[in-house]
């Protein structure tokens, strides 16, 4: 958290010479004090060639620190590169606590930043802080987690991928491979994007699915979440497929099948070098990729737009970013982009 | 009870013997061990099939081994009386050090874990140093070190990989002989162990020995008993103090490592709120949070309990939602456990000491 509270810090200012130096843009929305307060000189610097650059500043605030998760790293990736290609200011982070991330988003309304991005895992607890955005008059953009709610918040748009259709497509998959029981694992407390997924399993495999919760340790002792799987699979001989929902929990699921030696499938949502290693090798049967980077991409280009030509995107429905099945005919070329962090 | 010829002065009560069901029951670690027995049979009645026997065993140990680690050399600080919150955050801390230099740097993984070992001992002397020399509680001195490392953690690893985890540790040089030497999968009676669980007993073992047979041990019970009566009677508190916490840095290193030859890979993530998992263990097996009192063998039957729960409740098939109320409810009966059974212990033993100091007359 300190981390990323300096880094916020150091945004802050970054943001007010930003709307320094856009002083004269038509859309900056720069409150009067920030103005006065900064120096003259630092108005001459202002390079020339920022014609198209609106001073915009962008809040992004998911449920999770961004720096600490695989995840959301490669989301905040997106977002930090769309603001550098548009030159906007980003200010990002999150929590995995909803609190924390409602007092965030609501940091940035106080703050009249141009735009809000924000995941909502958890939406009545950010219900609202986000309509105290909308109200404001400040643009929102629901991402990841939260395509049932963001219409009636009044975001433009959201962008993800619908859990519930990429559980689906996951049980699909199951189904080809011919599996009877499946366990879906869940490794984070309080996400109804997990159970999103898992309820998509259920609709579409002709299976069993069996609800399995290692949030105890999570990804925070991966050691330990891979020792309840493998007891999961001791206890319950009739296992023959395993879904994880965070790539980090598949490698500790593999680890967990190699030490039981039982032929049990295993399939992930979300990818990491790890994960395309397995599929190569054939250790994980596919994975559902939301392809994360557009989630933070996307929204910063959709938000740019609203801002400088009052564009939406979308149409009222949700702007899809998934599901994409990552298999062994793909895992390859995607394997050199996942290393670059941005897959 | 045989009364001897001799008459010497009457003897003090506070030196008598006292057999060995009172020299047991005097012990810290007797609530953890009751706890553990009550929790294993427990679990044996609800769960037979898997539980009873080596393969449950097998997962038990698995649970608890680098937690088992970690709870001995926090026993021994709290013993000493202090805290280190860092602890669990400096697993993953000693784990990416290793990992990145191994595979950023192309060093050997010897090499490279030597480097995480010295900054971990370091980290543990800054953190005893600081204790110590700002009189500061150490609740807050290792909160501000547990902040600045878990950032330290993803800042590095981010900047150095562009990613939140190091992977591939297992393609370096040195990686296989540092997965035999330090946690490797072996076959015992046809289960599969993890190797970490004989470096818990040797350390167990080695721990215990320290507290019970060496002036070290009286040392950590005296500084933690009362650091300034202590110094009064000529114990170097201050060096205990800082050898304790590094100690914990260095089996925190260990752990870091265990983790990184098992996981062939390490994340940013790791270890973060174990810390409590350490104390809470140490707890249960008898330590006082003000200090002067615990001991290494209960800390380990702590980390056992916690393990036992761990499995137990997935054998059994109980949603795992529950798994913290469960630990908070065990967490409380230990304590409420050890309080009674040390209340009682003392009082029958002293009881019994001065019944036999008045009947017989003992020898000086």
Not at chain 1, 173 to 202: S, Y
Not at chain 1, 271 to 281: F, G, H, K, N, Q
Not at chain 2, 207 to 226: E, S, V
Request: hydrophobic letters at 50%; one cysteine or more.
């Amino acid at each position: 958290m300190n981390h990323s509270k300096r880094t916020s810090l150091i945004l802050a200012l970054l943001a007010i010479l930003a709307m320094v130096f856009a002083a004269c843009a038509p859309a900056a929305q720069a409150p009067a004090g920030e103005e006065a307060a900064a120096p003259a000189q630092e108005e001459a610097a202002a390079p020339a060639e920022q014609v198209t650059q609106a001073g915009l500043t962008f809040g992004l605030a998911v449920h999770s620190n961004p720096a600490e998760d695989s995840f959301w790293g490669v989301v905040e990736r997106g977002a930090k590169d769309a603001a550098d290609t548009y030159g906007i200011t980003l200010k990002s982070g999150g929590s995995g606590d909803p609190a924390e991330q409602a007092q965030l988003v609501e940091t940035y309304v106080s703050d009249k930043v141009d735009g809000i991005i924000v995941s909502l895992a958890n939406p009545d607890a950010l219900k609202d802080s986000v309509k105290r955005a909308v109200d404001a008059g400040i643009p929102v953009i629901t991402i990841n987690s939260g395509v049932d709610v963001f219409k009636e918040l009044g975001a433009i748009t959201h962008v993800g991928q619908t859990e519930f259709v990429a559980g689906q497509g996951a049980g699909e998959q199951f189904n080809k491979a011919g599996l009877t029981n499946v366990l879906c694992v869940i490794h984070e407390e309080g996400n109804i994007g997990l159970e999103q997924r898992c309820d998509g399993l259920e609709d579409t495999f002709n299976g069993t699915v069996e609800r399995f919760n290692v949030a105890t340790t999570g990804t925070r002792d991966i050691a330990g979440t891979s020792a309840s799987i493998q007891d999961k699979l001791i206890a319950s001989a009739d296992v023959d497929g395993i879904l994880t929902l965070n790539p980090d929990v598949a490698g500790a699921a593999l680890d967990a099948i190699n030490a039981v030696g039982r032929d049990v499938k295993l399939a992930t949502f979300d990818l990491s070098p790890a994960v395309l290693d397995a599929i190569e090798a054939g250790d994980i049967l596919f994975a559902i990729d939301q392809q994360q980077y557009l989630q933070g991409y996307l929204p910063v280009v959709f938000l740019y737009l609203y801002n400088v030509n009052l564009n939406t995107v979308g149409g009222g429905n949700p702007v899809l970013t998934g599901p994409g099945i990552v298999d062994q005919s793909n895992a390859a070329q995607i394997k050199e982009l996942a290393a670059q962090g941005t897959r | 009870m045989t009364v001897t010829a001799t008459s010497p002065p009457k003897a003090d009560e506070r030196v008598a013997e006292l057999g060995l069901v009172g020299i047991l029951l005097r012990r810290p670690e007797v609530g953890a061990v009751l706890g553990a027995l009550v929790v294993w049979v427990f679990f044996a009645i609800v769960t037979p099939e898997h539980w009873i026997g080596l393969g449950g065993v097998a997962r038990i140990v698995d649970s608890s081994s680098t937690l088992g680690i970690m709870a001995i050399a926090v026993a021994l600080l709290m013993i000493g009386g202090e805290f280190d919150l860092s602890a669990g955050v400096m697993t993953g801390t000693s784990g990416l050090i290793a990992g990145l230099l191994s595979t950023q740097a192309g060093l050997n993984f010897w090499a490279a874990a030597a480097i995480a070992l010295a900054f971990a001992l370091l980290v543990g002397y800054i953190n005893g140093m600081m204790v110590v020399k700002t009189g500061l509680p150490s609740f807050i001195v290792t909160l501000a070190t547990f902040f600045i490392l878990r950032g330290a953690n993803v800042g590095v690893t981010k900047m150095l990989t562009d990613q939140v985890r190091v992977s591939g540790i297992d393609k370096v040089a040195g990686f296989g002989l540092a997965r035999q030497v330090f946690n490797t999968e072996i076959t015992l009676f046809g289960e599969r162990f993890w190797t970490a669980f004989i470096w818990w007993i040797v350390l167990t073992l080695i721990a215990t020995w320290i507290l019970q047979r060496t002036h070290w041990g009286n040392w950590i019970y005296a500084t933690g008993g009362d650091a300034n009566a202590a110094r009064n009677v000529g114990v170097p508190a201050t060096k205990v103090k800082i050898a304790l916490f590094m100690t914990t840095a260095g089996a925190a290193w260990l752990v870091g490592i265990m983790n990184d030859v098992r996981l062939r890979s390490a994340v940013a993530s790791q270890g973060i709120g174990q810390e409590f998992v350490y104390i809470i263990a140490a707890v249960i097996g008898g330590c006082l949070l003000t200090g002067g009192y615990g001991s290494a063998i209960g800390a380990a039957i702590g980390a056992l309990i916690f393990g036992m729960a761990r499995v137990g409740i997935v054998f059994v098939g109980w949603p795992t939602d529950w798994f913290f109320s469960f630990l908070g409810v065990m967490l409380l009966v230990a304590v409420l456990v050890n309080n009674y059974t040390r209340a009682r212990a003392e009082a029958m033993t002293t009881a019994m000491a001065k019944a036999r100091t008045e009947t017989e007359e003992a020898e000086p």
